[in-house]
């Protein structure tokens, strides 16, 4: 396993505004964590640090655990064994009572944006903000309008989750999730199943939240082109463990062959024509 | 010395196995209905309850049950009058019937009747609506929110079944006695006073608390069972169509037994 720190010398990081505010101060740390389900062994042993400030992007092939990753960092999942550090906190233990408090912490896109379709776009993202503040409704319909129009989607309040798009509805499920103005992003496969240019949309909309909520954000993708457009560092993930773990730049001459066959792979399959386009 | 397992075809060890399974699968579901009923109770009593969303299920579970409710108890009303009839004529006390029907309405029949009925169509609603939040997210995005998915949506539909299932007994207690009424003017040409006054006569204080006091049972044990089986679900539609019969299967049978074990503690206790 090659993990390579962000100060290192040969992989300095590019002189982004963003970069600048990614810190050596783990946010989220895995320590030899192992997570089986039944028989399926998806986590063995694995070991990561989110650093502040930074975007960190979890590659990895179908099935490999990434999303599972995600929801431990949430404390959705407990570990069989080893420890899940958040702020310094140990989670692994604690009670879903406690684990309210740290998930105030994290705003998560699901996959499918996982919007509660019984409520209109205004009362999703409204709901975090009526559970756990003391603002009037002025103030909330004022938060929505602001956090509506930074994902772009403004005057969409009335609309149901039936009536949207899958690139709108991430879009409102990311509005939901920084409705609280969390310290960190999880986004689980923001790009999957959208058009290049709405995924573009939504890469853009990550980079431009990341500079100005000032959060630590994690992506799981496999898509390559999203990675490289939003990610700090890359955390390859391959049979349960963090197998080669480093800055962007460094990933396509990894002395990991299972990453490069992956990067290699990846880049030849988004540059095939589809049968549609065919 | 054999043991008896030599003597067994090859695919016996399959059958001990399974229903070591089965029985493992089944203790392990009677383990998270108990758990679920722990928080649940315990998320009543510490409060606080969010009265909107339980008045929301009062309309979901009680008003919108009612026109299913009223049919089912007339026509049972007017069959169990019928029946009834049959063989008390063959004696010469047809005036009776307003003492059998009565009693057996209330004691027995619309209670399970009722609990049955709306335990099928509201138990199904809810795992179905639980369901579907399961296998959408929905619950992983309530949990990711810092909002307890026990308190948000379980309690308010177990107090909605809990509480509305008394109430609709009481309904069909009178609509069930009506259909009665209808038959016994009708077709055995009593009048309509001696008839009502015959039940007033019969139904006891009991009577009513027995069979109306089942039902909080019944209807906590079904709402339960329908958010539990909801918030398993896996495996998309397909789960939670599965999760959805298995609710309507399991709570009706769940219904049925309690009936037995309740009948006789009411049977002690009044």
Redesign the interface.
């Known amino acids: 396993m090659t993990i390579i720190e962000p100060t290192d010398r040969r992989n300095e990081p590019r002189e982004s505004p963003d970069r600048r505010r990614m810190t050596r101060e783990p946010f989220v740390e895995f320590q030899d964590v192992y997570k089986s389900y039944g028989l399926k062994q998806v986590l063995r042993g694995a070991n990561l640090k989110v650093f502040r400030g930074e975007v960190m992007v979890i590659l990895g092939g179908s099935g490999s655990g990434k999303s599972v990753t995600l ?1 431990h960092m ?1 404390g ?1 999942e407990a570990p069989d064994a080893g420890r899940v550090i958040v702020e310094e906190e140990d989670i692994t233990d604690l009670p ?2 406690e684990l ?2 740290v ?2 912490k ?1 705003g ?1 896109l ?3 944006g ?4 019984s409520m209109t776009v205004f009362e999703n993202i409204a ?2 903000l009526r ?2 503040t003391e603002m009037s409704e002025g103030e909330i319909a004022r938060a929505v309008r602001e956090k509506l129009e930074l994902v772009n989607l403004p005057g969409t309040e009335n609309l149901m989750p039936v009536d949207l798009s899958g690139g709108m509805k991430k879009r409102v ?1 990311l509005a ?2 920084i409705v609280l103005d969390p310290k960190m992003i999880l986004y689980d496969e923001p790009t999957t199943g959208l058009d290049p240019i709405t995924a573009q949309k939504i890469n853009e909309l990550i980079i431009d939240l990341q500079s100005k909520l000032n959060v630590t954000s994690v992506v799981v993708t496999h898509d390559i082109q999203s990675a490289f457009s939003v990610g700090d560092r890359i955390a390859f993930l391959n049979r349960g463990v963090f197998d080669w773990v480093g800055p962007m730049e460094a990933a396509r001459d990894a002395d990991n062959s299972n990453l490069r066959d992956f990067l290699k792979a990846s880049m030849v399959t988004a540059a095939q024509p589809t049968h549609a386009q065919t | 010395m054999t043991s008896i397992t030599e003597n067994l075809p090859a695919s016996a060890p399959n059958v001990f196995v399974r229903t070591r399974d089965r029985a493992s699968r089944a203790l392990q579901y009677v383990g998270g209905i108990s758990e679920l009923a722990g928080q649940t109770i315990r998320d009543i009593v510490r409060g606080p309850l969010e009265t909107s969303l339980i008045v929301t299920q009062f309309e979901a579970i009680g008003v919108r049950s009612l026109s299913i409710v009223a049919i089912t108890s007339l026509f049972i009303g007017m069959v169990l009058a019928l029946q009834t009839a049959y063989s008390l004529e063959e004696f010469g006390v047809k005036m009776f019937i307003g003492k059998v029907v009565s009693l057996s309405l209330v004691r027995e029949l619309a209670p399970v009747m009722m609990s049955l009925m709306v335990g099928g169509r509201v138990g199904a609603g809810i795992t179905a609506e639980l369901g ?2 399961k296998v ?3 619950i ?2 309530l ?6 998915p026990i308190k948000k949506l379980v309690v308010p539909r177990v107090i909605g079944t809990t509480i509305m299932f008394p109430v609709l007994t009481i309904v069909s207690n009178f609509v069930g006695i009506v259909g009665g009424l209808v038959i016994a003017v009708a077709n055995l040409h009593l009048t309509a006073n001696w008839y009502l006054r015959s039940v007033i006569d019969t139904v006891k204080y009991n009577d009513l608390a027995s069979g109306i006091g089942k039902t909080f049972f019944f209807g906590f044990a079904v709402g339960l069972i329908s958010a539990y089986n909801g918030l398993r679900t896996t495996g998309g539609a397909d789960g939670v169509g599965r999760s959805t019969t298995q609710t309507v299967v399991i709570g009706a049978i769940t219904v049925l037994i309690m009936d037995f074990f309740l009948t006789k503690l009411f049977l002690l206790a009044f």
């Open positions: 929801r949430l959705l879903e009572e309210y408090r998930r105030k994290f998560m699901f996959q499918s996982a919007l509660f379709d709901f975090p559970e756990h499920g939901r999730s | 579907t939040m959408t997210e929905q992983d995005a949990r990711a929110l810092a909002t307890s």
